[in-house]
């Protein structure tokens, strides 16, 4: 990391944050997301992704998945569910993981959203939810799951 990178992360992941807190306020009230949140989300992950200075290979991944959202996953999920993901992505392709934490990042948003619908009786026999529910609060969460998760795992070291 290079130096003063820590002030620049810190700022970017507290503005990336409001963007997505907004997000998932919309997405609550109004099950609706303005592009305007987007369009704040994506410096932030972009100024994310150049403090952990990135090389080619994951902008490539962020690249890569970010397509993967846009085109096969728009269609299993809303639009706005497809930005929030690719906004996220950005500050999880980082190092030599390419879009393994992305993806991990998916998984565990799925498998909140089940555990908290199973609970709440809004799943049918087919798996597919009752009454439709926002999802992006569902990411927002997991995507402070895995940050935190990538940060304990990068600054501990375990010697065998």
């Not at 846009?70 to 993901?85: E, N, P, S, T």
């Not at 906004?87 to 998916?106: F, N, Q, R, S």
């Not at 199973?118 to 927002?140: A, E, M, S, W």
């Amino acid at each position: 990391m290079r130096k003063g990178a820590g002030v620049i992360r810190i700022m970017a992941y507290i503005m990336l944050s409001g963007g997505l807190l907004m997000a998932s306020w919309m997405d609550r009230k109004e099950c609706w997301v303005y592009n305007y949140v987007w369009w704040w989300c994506l410096p932030w992950g972009c100024l994310l992704a150049l403090a952990e200075g990135w090389n080619i290979r994951t902008w490539i991944a962020a690249a890569g998945f970010t397509a993967l959202q846009q085109l096969v996953f728009g269609h299993m999920y809303g639009r706005a569910d497809c930005h929030a993901f690719s906004v996220c992505a950005l500050a999880e392709c980082t190092g030599d993981t390419g879009i393994l934490w992305p993806l991990c990042h998916m998984l565990l948003a799925v498998i909140l959203l089940t555990v908290v619908q199973l609970f709440h009786g809004n799943v049918t026999l087919d798996g597919k939810l009752r009454i439709p529910q926002p999802f992006i609060p569902y990411i927002t969460v997991s995507f402070w799951m895995v940050t935190v998760l990538r940060y304990f795992l990068n600054e501990t070291y375990i010697y065998a």
